[in-house]
Structure formats: C-alpha cells, structure tokens
T-cell receptor
Framework: EDKVVQSPLSLVVHEGDTVTLNCSYE??????LLWYKQEKKAPTFLFML????IEKKSGRLSSILDKKELFSILNITATQTGDSAVYLC??????????FGQGTRLTINP | NAGVTQTPKFRVLKTGQSMTLLCAQD?????MYWYRQDPGMGLRLIHY???????AKGEVPDGYNVSRLKKQNFLLGLESAAPSQTSVYFC?????????????????FGAGTRLSVL
C-alpha cells in the first residue's frame, strides 16, 4: 500500500528559529514529490522535486529529495509568524494520483 | 484569475439528505480531483477525472458519485449523506498530459467546502 509519512505532526518554535520538516514515502512507480502550504483554506504549491540531491529554493524555504532513502526535507530559515501553517507532502505516482501525508502543523510564536 | 472555484463554501445536511458539490476551473486543465480532509489524516482522494466524460475511483470512493460532463466542471454527489461524511472537501485540477511530465503533476486547489452531516 502506498504510504507517505510526515514528521513531526506538530511543531511550535519561536520567530527566527530554523525548522526542518520531514517526509518519507513508500509508493509504487514514483514520479515526483510535492510540498504544499495550507493556511486557512486551499493548499498552495511550494515545490516539486523529481531528482535526488538537487535543492529547490524559494526565499527562506528550501527542499531536497533523496530517492535512495525515500525521503524529503523542507527547511525554513529565519521563521516568521506568517510561516505558521500546515505543510503537506505528497507523492505523485504512476496512476496520475497524489498520495498525501498527514501534514505537519507548524506554529511560529512571536 | 478565478482558478478553481468550489460551491458552496459551507453546508449542513441531515442524515439521508443528498447534495451536490460543484467545482469549476477556468485554466483549461485536463485533470480534476476531489479530496476529503479529516483531522490527522491529510488529504484522501475520493474520485478523479483525466478528461471530459471520464471518471475513476480514488482511495475512498464509497458513498460518493461524480460526473464530468464539461471539461471545466467536476461535480461530487452524496446520494444519502451519513455523519461519517462530515469533512472538508477540496477540489483540485492539473494540466494533465498536455502540460508535460512535470507540469501535469502540480495540482491547484479550491478553497474547500465544509460539510457537516447531523
């Protein structure tokens, strides 16, 4: 059975801290791994990773994929209160479907 | 840019009632999806469609039906609502094959419909 597991499930840090969110997966016919940010409503796309070892970066956020060990990490440096959200990891597998993890709820305290 | 629009935003049903959730996208996307999101369980795929007139079952299809009569619309129906269907429902769409291998993987989401079944 295809599975995507995120850790931790919940994380509370202070503004300015650096956080690392984890995503491990076991899926058949892996195509790509995606990260989404979900605030109040719709998940919004952050990154798509298809190749191992190539870091994707956008401002203070970065992500990398390890296809040998079957995991990805999402790093956020110099966190701000606006980074508070649920971060979702999803894996796109051959049957045109995304399999989602449970999400990590990140809270940034001022 | 409307993107993906879901209606209604909120709904309360009694057990046994029926309803239809509407998803509309204006991005000419080929693929469309319906998910439900429950606490601690992430997003689970209910049904999806890879083109007008086609539908397929996802991970949790029981108790739901879908139709894709027009490319821009994807309807999710509950024939006889049950309390277990209380959830937040999200619609998403993606380019599909026309967007190339990478672009088709990125799904864009609507704002969600919060449904309570009493």
């Amino acid at each position: 059975e295809d599975k995507v597991v995120q850790s931790p499930l919940s994380l509370v840090v202070h503004e300015g801290d650096t956080v690392t969110l984890n995503c491990s997966y076991e899926v058949t016919n892996f195509r790509s791994l995606l990260w989404y940010k979900q605030e109040k409503k719709a998940p919004t796309f952050l990154f798509m990773l298809t190749s191992s070892g190539i870091e994707k970066k956008s401002g203070r956020l970065s992500s990398i994929l390890d296809k040998k060990e079957l995991f990805s990490i999402l790093n956020i440096t110099a966190t701000q209160t606006g980074d508070s959200a649920v971060y979702l990891c999803a894996v796109f597998q051959g049957a045109q479907k995304l399999v989602f993890g449970q999400g990590t709820r990140l809270t940034i305290n001022p | 840019n409307a993107g993906v629009t879901q209606t209604p935003k909120f709904r309360v049903l009694k057990t046994g009632q029926s309803m239809t959730l509407l998803c509309a996208q204006d991005m000419n996307h080929e693929y469309m999806y319906w998910y439900r999101q429950d606490p601690g369980m992430g997003l689970r795929l209910i049904h999806y469609s890879v083109g007008e007139g086609t539908t397929a079952k996802g991970e949790v299809p029981d108790g739901y039906n879908v139709s894709r009569l027009k490319k821009q619309n994807f309807l999710l129906g509950l024939e006889s609502a049950a309390p277990s269907q209380t959830s937040v429902y999200f619609c998403a769409s993606s380019l599909g094959l026309a967007g190339g291998e990478k672009a088709k993987n990125i799904q864009y989401f609507g704002a969600g419909t919060r449904l309570s079944v009493l």
